[in-house]
């Protein structure tokens, strides 16, 4: 199997807006290289994929994951832009209106491979409550429950998992790491092979560097271009349940 991981795309309502055409790149990108490639593709997406919690952004974002999802399982989770005006301004009603388009009903939701032992974990850190402009998010004691429980009975299926979320687990920036990220670390650690996040339009990738976590990794802005106009991704391969750390970047060249 292998993972592509995305993350902060920001889709607005203009089409022709950069974030909106390297989105469609990434796809079309995507496609080419996967679609037919052997074994199992599973991209992940986490959060900020709109860029203001509006009607037409979720549309854009409907129509790309329409395409994605004729290829690739898609799993999604939101962002603090998901559901609030510029990250800030939190709307109610993009709540339930952006979980139908991410399939996010009652997080934490589950996906697990046929193929490999894997179960993919994903979590809402987007937090409606937070409306201070670092958007620090958090993931509740409700939620961190329902994680416990769920890596319980992965653990007891002989299943390796893979947590998603959007908020940084890990104090990178002051003020930028989720509210509860002490807690969520400390359910995940010994527990789950790899850990996937943005928020932070930052890439890294953090091996070995946390106590009974093997790797977490942090996405960039997906749609940011570098100064020649290339776009990038992680790639994360796995191997008979086994979560490879050898992760590679993949660069889109620019035209
Ligand atoms: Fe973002």
């Known amino acids: 199997m292998r993972i592509i991981h995305l993350s902060d795309l920001h889709l607005t309502t203009d089409e022709k ?23 199992e593709t599973v991209v992940v997406a986490t959060g900020d994929l709109t860029d203001n919690a509006l009607e037409d952004e979720r549309r854009a974002l409907i129509a790309l994951l329409a395409l994605l999802r ?9 962002g603090n832009h998901d559901y609030a005006c510029r990250g800030i301004d939190f709307t109610p009603e993009s709540v339930p209106l952006f979980r139908k388009v991410v399939r996010m009903d009652a997080p934490p939701i589950v996906w697990q491979s046929e193929h490999e032992p894997i179960t993919f974990i994903g979590l809402d850190s987007a937090d409606p409550q937070d409306n201070v402009w670092v958007a620090r998010g958090i993931i509740g004691k409700q939620q961190l429950a329902g994680l416990n429980r769920l890596l319980d009975l992965h653990k007891k299926r002989g299943r390796v998992v893979v947590v998603y979320l959007h908020h940084h687990p890990i104090v990178h920036k002051v003020g930028c790491a989720l509210k509860d990220n002490i807690a969520l670390m400390n ?9 996937l996040f943005g928020h932070n339009h930052e890439s890294g990738a953090y091996i070995d560097q946390f ?39 993949e660069t889109i060249r620019g035209t």
């Open 187 to 195: 359910r995940m650690k010994g527990r789950v092979a790899a850990c």
């Open 211 to 249: 106590d009974g976590l093997p790797l977490l990794l942090a996405s960039g802005m997906s749609t940011e271009p570098d100064q020649n106009n290339n776009l990038s991704y992680r790639v994360i391969l796995t191997h008979g349940g086994r979560v490879e750390q050898g992760v590679y970047t």
């Open 70 to 78: 004729m290829h690739f399982i898609v799993l999604c989770c939101p």
């Open 17 to 39: 807006h950069r974030n909106n055409q390297n989105a469609w790149r990434l796809a079309e990108h995507i496609i080419s290289k996967y679609a037919t490639a052997p074994g």
